[in-house]
């Protein structure tokens, strides 16, 4: 039942920190739109500076975030409970694919897809490219892969943790 809520409960945070920000600036998350839509973008003159340093921060964004999340993510296993490497490295991962696949699904094929929030200018004709579900589920394909190393460095962190204060 814990896991449950803690799947629920970074549900909720992940939504937090990733719609304001695409309502705030879709460009800002330009990288994780399909690729048509992404090059729409890049020949409109409006977005010719604006779309490469977006990129970039994403790309910067996306790393430390990830950095930061192994953290997270290390202590909640540790205050579930879950101190052994494995352990912890399972209960990450569990955490870590639940979020990736409300991300699929909630997020991806039902609200960007049908959100005209999501949309960027120059690209709302694009309905079909939006509702593409392939581009998010390889997403979320790679997604899985990703897990797996924050699951195992959240796992030494677990690890690390438990030696210095057991």
Same mark, same amino acid.
């Given at each position: 039942? !814990? +896991? =449950?809520?803690?799947? &629920?409960? %970074?549900? *909720?945070? $992940?939504?937090?920190?990733?719609?304001?920000?695409?309502?705030?600036?879709?460009?800002?998350?330009?990288?994780?739109?399909?690729?048509?839509?992404?090059?729409?973008?890049?020949?409109?003159?409006?977005?010719?500076?604006?779309?490469?340093?977006?990129?970039?921060?994403?790309?910067?964004?996306?790393?430390?975030?990830? !950095? +930061? =999340?192994?953290?997270? &993510?290390? %202590?909640? *296993?540790? $205050?579930?409970?879950?101190?052994?490497?494995?352990?912890?490295?399972?209960?990450?991962?569990?955490?870590?694919?639940?979020?990736?696949?409300?991300?699929?699904?909630?997020?991806?094929?039902?609200?960007?897809?049908?959100?005209?929030?999501?949309?960027?200018?120059?690209?709302?004709?694009?309905?079909?490219?939006?509702?593409?579900?392939?581009?998010?589920?390889?997403?979320?394909?790679?997604?899985?892969?990703?897990?797996?190393?924050?699951a195992m460095l959240s796992a030494v962190w677990v690890v690390?943790?438990?030696?210095?204060?057991?």
């Amino acid at each position: 039942m !814990l +896991l =449950l809520i803690e799947c &629920l409960l %970074a549900c *909720a945070v $992940f939504t937090l920190i990733i719609v304001p920000a695409q309502i705030r600036n879709p460009i800002s998350q330009i990288v994780s739109y399909p690729p048509e839509i992404q090059e729409r973008v890049r020949s409109l003159p409006q977005y010719k500076d604006i779309v490469l340093k977006a990129s970039k921060k994403n790309i910067a964004r996306k790393i430390i975030g990830a !950095l +930061l =999340l192994t953290f997270v &993510l290390a %202590a909640l *296993a540790y $205050f579930s409970g879950k101190v052994t490497f494995l352990n912890s490295a399972i209960h990450v991962y569990i955490v870590f694919t639940a979020v990736n696949l409300y991300d699929l699904i909630v997020l991806d094929w039902l609200w960007f897809a049908h959100s005209s929030k999501t949309r960027i200018p120059g690209t709302k004709d694009m309905v079909k490219a939006y509702h593409g579900r392939w581009h998010h589920f390889r997403g979320f394909l790679i997604g899985l892969g990703i897990g797996l190393p924050i699951a195992m460095l959240s796992a030494v962190w677990v690890v690390v943790a438990s030696g210095l204060v057991g």
